[in-house]
């Protein structure tokens, strides 16, 4: 969404909210490497409910 803005000279600010659930799968870890390589305005937010077989994001940090 935030190519497609660009794209089309539109100055917006994308909002993505994922899950802790889908950072189970490898597509969401495949479009955060992509979103963190573009150069585009984009705010990510983590919601985490601390599913219990998801102990790996308790890894991640704010960079």
Do not use: F
Not at 7 to 12: A, I, M, R, T, V
Not at 24 to 43: F, K, P, Q, V
């Amino acid at each position: 969404m935030a190519s497609a803005a660009k794209l089309k000279g539109e100055d917006k600010e994308i909002v993505a909210v994922i899950g802790d659930g889908a950072m189970t799968a490898g597509m969401a870890y495949e479009a955060l490497s992509h979103a963190g390589s573009i150069d585009e305005n984009i705010l990510v937010v983590l919601n985490e409910i601390r599913c219990p077989s998801l102990r790996m994001l308790e890894d991640l940090k704010i960079i």
